[in-house]
């Protein structure tokens, strides 16, 4: 186990290693990169990525995927926006985004562990339904005319430093220990690990599993209220896929697609990464229609490279424990001689 | 005879039955053949795809990158043909070469280095797409209009007619021979099948799985380079983001053909079916007058009902003790 845990932990200080390079290497070519006040900058356009990575998290670690985090972020964003335009009040619309997140996250829950469809179809399928759902409400318009106080929340600042960023950040920790140190935490990562020893261990596998989208869902809702703050409209397709970078992002992280492997702040630092490669680009003056080809070939480069690391580590530990097998059969059967 | 189809093929054949004599029904002109034929034009590029993501997805394996590969090739077409110069059926050619060589990197990724194959065609769904992008904006061409300008003689190659039927039927047809006499009829084809159920009992028994798997993805790769020249010229004009919305409709395709999503069964007719009654339905519901941006509705419906009617043991039972009556 203690060997587990060190492997993971390598796993994101490559992460890392990897953000700072970035921003290094960018920084050279272009000292404004590494401002302060453009790091600011990177960490508050990757909020967003952030708390849909970390939801997004959740689902991995238990061997499934949530696809419809797009669409739960664009139907949040479009109800809550609504309501604060029609001059409801903020506690109104977090409730009724949180509400959404919920009931989507035991659909689609349910939808996996009762009626065994699988994660990525049904999250797939519901994602189309949401959307649908998100142009009936607004009726195919763009919810604009937001009240400022609202989009004023995520400009807010103490001590210099985004606020809402501190937020997320002092969340981000907290589910990690939470993931990482907590019996109930460890059960996410224990079915995504094995499913049936969970079963065997006496973990209620189906609940934790319609609680890992239920979470999902909500992350993604909040999001949405994110989304609402700092952009300030929502229009019909908003949030439209933005799953796949959030995938993307998770797996950069080191979270494994299998399930059982990452953490929280590893899919934070991917998230990180997959959104300041646009501003990188932007500070070494490439066009910006490099973008998806560059995050697309940093993630099959950086997945792969990862899997060859991984399967040489797994070989020479295998080696590790047949030769001890066989030295100990040796042993015994001298001491039978004996 | 009727034992030697599989059931679930039997229940779509009924679906179907059912959908024209329904929305013949709400709206006569459904009922004209030239109208349903015509519309083959809109899913037969699905279609394709959906023939052999079928095969991808036998392996157990899974493809997304499908929709990418057809913007990358669509633009190469156009590259080739309208800015490098080249003959128009070169570039077609060289067009779906180079989507069979997306589908080759995939498989040698998902095969040999052993990586899931969700993140490998993820990754190649952003890189495909982004390449496609990146010609465009290379080759000084407008992304939002695209690269126009094509031949007459090419534009014919989907929109024209044989004897009265349209040639996305034929393609339609021929490449559901193609994929059945493969996949049903061919060594190669028993090969992806017992891949799929269970990939180390097969490599025991001496079939390079690793190969099988990675010709899956080739051909793949193949088929949406020629769904991509087919939506070009079918549209005239290429443009990156060709394919962006198929992701969807080709699993709903493949999944609700019968095939499962874990691998090991399923096969292209069901597919086939599938993709008939998908692309019946928008069209249908269009003709009924609902709008299109509703119709995403019933297709997310439609999946997973029949994912769960197909998964649910109790469901099956059901439905074969109805049959069986």
């Known amino acids: 186990m203690p060997k587990l845990i060190g492997i993971t932990?390598?796993?994101?200080?490559?992460?890392?290693?990897?953000?700072?390079?970035?921003?290094?290497?960018?920084g050279i070519v272009n000292s404004g990169f590494i401002s302060p006040g453009n790091i600011d900058n990177a960490v508050k356009s990757s909020l967003l990525y952030i708390v849909l990575a970390v939801g997004m998290t959740f689902?991995?670690?238990?061997g499934n995927i949530d696809i419809s985090v797009g669409g739960v972020l664009g139907l949040s964003a479009a109800v809550s926006g609504t309501i604060l335009r029609d001059g409801g009040s903020v506690l109104i619309a977090v409730i009724a985004a949180i509400g959404i997140g919920?009931?989507?996250?035991?659909?689609?829950?349910?939808?996996?562990?009762?009626?065994?469809?699988?994660?990525?179809?049904?999250?797939?399928?519901?994602?189309?339904?949401?959307?649908?759902?998100?142009?009936i409400y607004t009726d195919g318009q763009w919810v604009e005319n937001l009240p400022t106080h609202f989009k004023q929340l995520s400009q807010m600042k103490i001590f210099g430093v985004n606020t809402l960023a501190i937020f997320v950040i002092i969340a981000v920790v907290l589910v990690h220990l939470y993931l990482s140190k907590s019996q109930k935490g460890r059960y996410f990562a224990a079915i995504g690990d094995n499913e049936d020893g969970a079963v065997l261990v006496g973990i209620s596998v189906n609940k934790v599993k319609i609680l890992s989208f239920v979470i999902s869902s909500v992350c993604a809702s909040l999001a949405g209220l994110v989304f609402v703050s700092q952009i300030g409209f929502i229009s019909t397709t908003a949030g439209a896929g933005i799953e796949m970078t959030v995938i993307a992002a998770a797996v950069l992280g080191g979270?494994?697609?299998?399930?059982?492997?990452?953490?929280?702040?590893?899919?934070?630092?991917g998230a990180i990464i997959m959104s300041s490669i646009n501003s990188a680009l932007v500070f070494l003056k490439v066009p910006a229609f490099w973008n998806n080809a560059i995050s697309g070939s940093l993630l099959i480069i950086i997945v792969v490279t990862d899997v060859l690391i991984a399967r040489r580590a797994n070989n020479k530990a295998k080696k590790e424990r047949l030769n001890a097998r066989v030295l100990s059969v040796h042993g015994e059967g001298v001491k039978l001689e004996c | 005879m009727l034992k030697k189809i599989p059931k679930w093929n039997l229940v779509l054949v009924l679906t179907l039955v059912a959908e024209i004599i329904i929305f013949g029904l709400i709206n006569p002109r459904f009922w004209n053949v030239n109208i349903l034929l015509n519309s083959f034009n809109d899913f037969t590029g699905i279609a394709i795809i959906g023939f052999f993501v079928t095969f991808v997805i036998i392996t157990g394996g899974i493809d997304i990158s499908g929709g990418s590969i057809i913007g990358l090739t669509s633009?190469?077409?156009?590259?080739?043909?309208?800015?490098?110069?080249?003959?128009?059926?070169?570039?077609?050619?060289?067009?779906?070469?180079?989507?069979g060589l997306c589908g080759l990197l995939n498989g040698i990724l998902i095969a040999y280095a052993g990586v899931q194959a969700m993140i490998?065609?993820?990754?190649?769904?952003?890189?495909?797409?982004?390449?496609?992008?990146?010609?465009?904006?290379?080759s000084g061409a407008s992304t939002y209009e695209g690269i126009s300008g094509f031949s007459q003689q090419f534009i014919n190659l989907t929109n024209g007619k044989l004897m009265?039927?349209?040639?996305?039927?034929?393609?339609?047809?021929?490449?559901?021979?193609?994929?059945?006499?493969?996949?049903?009829?061919?060594?190669?084809?028993?090969y992806i099948y017992s891949t799929g159920i269970n990939q180390n009992a097969a490599d025991y028994s001496g079939i390079d799985t690793r190969k099988i798997i990675t010709s899956t993805y080739v051909l793949s790769g193949l088929s949406a380079g020629i769904a991509g020249v087919m939506l070009t010229s079918y549209l005239g004009s290429a443009r990156a983001d060709f394919g962006s919305e198929y992701l969807m409709p080709i699993l709903t395709a493949v999944v609700l053909g019968g095939t499962l999503i874990t691998g090991g069964k399923g096969g292209v007719i069901g597919t086939a079916l599938a993709s008939i009654i998908v692309g019946f339905l928008k069209l249908g519901l269009q003709m009924g007058g609902m709008q299109t941006q509703y119709i995403g509705l019933a297709i997310g419906l439609l999946l997973i009902i029949s994912v769960s009617f197909l998964g649910v043991p109790e469901f099956r039972s059901n439905v074969r003790r109805l049959l069986k009556r």
């Open chain 2, 75 to 99: 633009v190469v077409t156009g590259i080739l043909s309208q800015v490098a110069g080249l003959n128009i059926w070169l570039s077609v050619l060289l067009a779906i070469i180079v989507g």
């Open chain 1, 102 to 135: 919920v009931l989507i996250g035991v659909i689609n829950g349910l939808g996996v562990t009762k009626l065994k469809i699988s994660a990525f179809i049904m999250t797939l399928g519901m994602n189309e339904i949401i959307r649908v759902i998100q142009v």
């Open chain 1, 9 to 26: 932990k390598h796993r994101e200080f490559r992460t890392v290693i990897f953000l700072v390079l970035i921003f290094l290497l960018v």
């Open chain 1, 255 to 269: 979270v494994s697609l299998s399930g059982g492997v990452g953490s929280v702040i590893g899919a934070a630092i």
């Open chain 2, 164 to 190: 009265g039927i349209p040639h996305s039927v034929i393609l339609f047809v021929v490449m559901l021979f193609i994929s059945y006499v493969l996949l049903h009829w061919t060594r190669y084809g028993r």
């Open chain 2, 120 to 138: 490998i065609t993820l990754g190649g769904m952003l890189l495909y797409g982004g390449v496609a992008i990146v010609l465009v904006g290379l």
């Open chain 1, 59 to 62: 689902v991995l670690l238990t």
